[in-house]
């Protein structure tokens, strides 16, 4: 059983990654969308201005989430798009990077 606790912990010490925060801002869209549009079917005239009010910032906050979202993962994308160009150009260099931080890494691991 400690084990079982320990692995949990561990779970949730861990930094979220970032499949798991695109997939957590892509539910919360969602989300979002299918509120905006249950509460515009049913409340329809009913709704004061406070709540009009509150729709539109969050259809606004929706809208520029989904930009930011889509911008990460262009800027992503030309990261990796940069870091492919680089190693190509350079193999050898970036095999002797890569061994270096391999051999660092496993120094400091070792140490403990």
Known sequence: METYFGEIQKEMSAPPTREKLAEDLRALARDAEEMLKATA???GDKLNDQ???ARDRLAKA???AKATYQQLGER???G???ADRVIRAHPYESIGAAFGFGVLL???IGRK
């Open 62 to 64: 929706l809208e520029s």
């Open 76 to 78: 992503t994308l030309e």
């Open 51 to 53: 709540a009009k009010a």
């Open 41 to 43: 079917g049913e409340m």
């Open 80 to 82: 990796a798009r940069a």
């Open 106 to 108: 496993g120094v400091l």
